[in-house]
Nanobody, 124 residues
Framework: QVQLVESGGGLVQAGGSLRLACAAS????????MGWFRQAPGKEREFVAV????????VYADSVEGRFTISRDPGKNTVYLQMNSLKREDTAVYYC?????????????????WGQGTQVTVSS
């Protein structure tokens, strides 16, 4: 089993920045890809970003490309999401996910494990 714990959410004004972190524990050696999804009120969960084990492959949703950066610290089994130039439409619960599949597979349908989510609220 793998446990994922997110942190770093909060309230920020439009144009501001936040950094989310997701710490993995348990059978972390089996994880290949890690990523972030988000779900806004009344909407389906959507893909945000994914990163492969070594960090050489990253994919972003079009809506966050150029504003968000995903990174990974293998030594700490932690993945980060640096969010800059935040917009009101970025308001959502952000979920960390980790999987045994390729980063493309995780980007497509999420991983095998999910965190509990962290709220990000962007005010105007």
């Amino acid at each position: 089993q793998v446990q994922l714990v997110e942190s770093g959410g909060g309230l920020v004004q439009a144009g501001g920045s936040l950094r989310l972190a997701c710490a993995a524990s348990g059978r972390t050696f089996s994880i290949y890809a890690m990523g972030w999804f988000r779900q806004a009120p009344g909407k389906e969960r959507e893909f945000v970003a994914v990163i492969s084990r070594g960090g050489s492959n990253v994919v972003y949703a079009d809506s966050v490309e150029g504003r968000f950066t995903i990174s990974r610290d293998p030594g700490k089994n932690t993945v980060y999401l640096q969010m800059n130039s935040l917009k009101r439409e970025d308001t959502a619960v952000y979920y960390c996910t980790a999987g045994f599949r390729t980063y493309a597979g995780v980007a497509s349908s999420g991983g095998d494990y999910w965190g509990q989510g962290t709220q990000v609220t962007v005010s105007s």
